[in-house]
């Protein structure tokens, strides 16, 4: 996995996203449309899909929300799905840094 990243208005991003097997991978890239700290990132993919995080905080705790425009390529659930396990990691993650 490799990743680009310029979070600011206009910036631009490249993940390349592997299996962990090997097996298949594919880029995910796009530019950021909206940047507020601690409260909201949009960007728009390279195939003009958007998408948008609100973080919204209360009593001590974040709690994150992600609206995507979906792919006509898998099904919507399968989408949701995935971008389930991305929002699953990253909490894993920064719970891990506390």
């Given at each position: ?29 796009g530019v950021y449309d909206k ?58 993650y920064v719970e891990s840094k506390?």
């Open positions: 996995m490799t990743s680009e990243n310029d979070v600011r208005v206009n910036g631009k991003f490249k993940n390349r996203m592997e299996a962990k097997d090997g097996s298949f991978g594919f880029d995910f890239e940047v507020e700290l601690f409260k909201e990132l949009a960007y728009s993919m390279t195939d003009g899909r958007k998408v948008s995080t609100v973080f919204t905080e209360k009593d001590g705790k974040t709690t994150l929300s992600t609206v995507f425009d979906a792919e006509s390529e898998n099904e919507v659930e399968v989408q949701k799905q995935g971008w389930q396990v991305i929002l699953n990691s990253f909490s894993n506390n």
